[in-house]
């Protein structure tokens, strides 16, 4: 683990004020919706709202430390501030990061442009700058994003679910936003845990007519999530069952993000007594979790169009990728409500922030 980023103040630099006018001017010049701080320590709060003006500015960081008298209403700027504590994630990440929060919390459109400052090279001083469209960069999933998950399913099994769950979370039915569960995996173990809610849509089918991969089963299970119930769906894409209730058994050992319904809470308890893998699209938001072991390992956010994948070749491939997102910048050129945002602690997998919003709180057991 990294060791923990320096708390003591750092006074106001002629670099730092170089940066923000560089920041400053990329926002005009693209019209940009926010402009992002990424703190590693407290600084002159007063001075850096001064060198932004009027513009919408978030703050985020990885310690209550970091970002002392930034969301101070009474006595400071009273910033929107992110609490992140991803103290030992690399910088793309920790800006990833803080963006989803920023959108689940409604401080940004999806759509949003964003120009972000954060250290890129010397631990502590701002160094580099960005100009981030967020419906590019929060609809760009690799590969990689589910090869953190450890499991036995197929790969393209997953990631076509995943794609029909951002799908429903987007599009709603009908032009209302519904809510479901799809539990992948371990199937026969998920159906002990289940039994039918009334009516399952997909009995009696030939297997061959209930693939998740076959486009007229994918409008088919888009119609069926407006039921109650959740989808049960074998490793390799076949649909088992629909309809069901979960009745998974508890476990003391889970802990959720508040706000999170009993569709996420049957997600955690039904992956934590199977190998099972759960997607679990929010009605609220459409937002997409995804569960392992219990636990939330990927969140996807809603997007206006459609979420891409693209294959790589190897680490390098990703770094690139990363680098490719920031503007370099070496040399030295030159207000809302307090809000503080945490996070769910990590685990084997990169985990979803927390939230505070109220997502599925009335949602059934079974989706």
């Known amino acids: 683990m990294a060791p923990p980023r320096a708390t003591a103040p750092r006074r106001f630099t002629p670099q730092l004020e170089g940066f923000c006018a560089a920041a400053s001017g990329l926002a005009d010049q693209h019209s940009a919706d926010a402009i992002l701080f990424l703190a590693e320590r407290p600084i002159d709060w007063a001075k850096l709202q001064e060198a932004f003006g009027s513009r919408t500015l ?11 008298g930034a969301h101070d209403d009474d006595n400071g700027p009273g910033f929107d501030t992110i609490l992140l504590g991803m103290n030992d994630a690399p910088v793309f990440e920790r800006l990833t990061q803080a963006l989803l929060e920023a959108v689940a919390d409604e401080l940004l459109e999806p759509g949003s442009k964003v120009v972000t400052l954060y250290s890129s090279y010397d631990p502590g001083v701002i160094d580099s700058l960005s100009l981030i469209h967020l419906d590019e960069h929060l609809g760009r999933l690799t590969v990689r994003d589910l090869r953190r998950i450890e499991t036995k399913i197929p790969m393209e099994t997953i990631r076509a679910v995943i794609d029909l769950a951002v799908e429903i979370g987007r599009e709603g039915r009908e032009g209302k936003p519904i809510g479901t569960l799809m539990v992948v995996g371990d199937h026969k173990r ?8 009334g009516f399952d849509p997909v009995k009696g089918y030939p297997a061959s007519e209930r693939s998740i991969s076959d486009a007229k089963v994918r409008d088919g299970v888009k119609e069926i999530a407006q039921m109650d119930g959740a989808f ?3 490793a ?8 069901q209730h979960i009745t998974a058994p508890a476990s003391t050992d889970i802990t959720l993000s508040k706000g999170l319904g009993a569709r996420h ?3 955690a308890q039904i992956t934590k007594a199977t190998e099972a893998i ?4 929010s009605s609220s938001g459409g937002t997409v979790r995804v569960f392992q072991g219990g636990e939330v390992v990927l969140r996807i ?15 390098h491939d990703g770094d690139k990728e990363k680098a ?3 503007a370099d910048a070496k040399k030295p050129t030159e207000k809302k409500a307090s809000k503080v945002r945490s996070k769910t602690p990590r685990g084997k997998a990169a985990k979803a922030a927390a939230e505070t919003k109220p997502d599925d709180a009335a949602a059934d057991a079974g989706g």
């Open 190 to 197: 998920t159906l002990e845990l289940s039994k039918p809610m």
């Open 324 to 326: 490719a997102a920031t």
């Open 265 to 267: 809470w049957t997600a």
């Open 232 to 234: 049960i769906i074998s």
């Open 58 to 68: 978030l703050v985020a960081a990885d310690s209550e430390d970091q970002l002392a």
């Open 278 to 281: 759960a997607v679990a699209v």
């Open 301 to 315: 956010e809603p997007l206006e169009r459609a979420m891409t994948w693209r294959e790589f070749e190897s680490e």
């Open 236 to 243: 390799n894409g076949t649909v088992v069952a629909a309809a």
